[in-house]
């Protein structure tokens, strides 16, 4: 997996490709160096965007409120906010996820 996780200070920067309404929640892959992620909940009032956001917090290990959607709300393409954890903790973290 050869991610683009940018580190940013204290925080990170994950560049996401988002599947909304698909069969089951899963990280699919990497695209052009972004995590692919799949989510069973539709793109519909923000909701895709919230189960992303539980979902990041979930594997990773982390309080929700330590990740942000800082770019792409209605975009399959999005950058999220990863507080306090250095990239390199990030992309091992999501590569033990994904294997």
Request: net charge positive; proline share 6%.
């Amino acid at each position: 997996m050869s991610l683009r996780v940018q580190q940013n200070g204290e925080d990170c920067l994950l560049p996401v490709r988002l599947h909304p309404g698909a069969r089951r929640n899963a990280i699919t892959g990497e695209h052009d160096g972004a995590l692919k992620i799949a989510l069973t909940t539709p793109p519909v009032d923000g909701k895709a965007n919230e189960a992303l956001l539980r979902y990041l917090a979930e594997i990773l290990g982390l309080p929700q409120n330590r990740i942000v959607l800082k770019s792409g709300q209605t975009s399959r393409s999005k950058m999220v906010l990863i507080r306090e954890m250095p990239a390199v903790e990030v992309t091992e973290r999501l590569r033990a996820a994904y294997t």
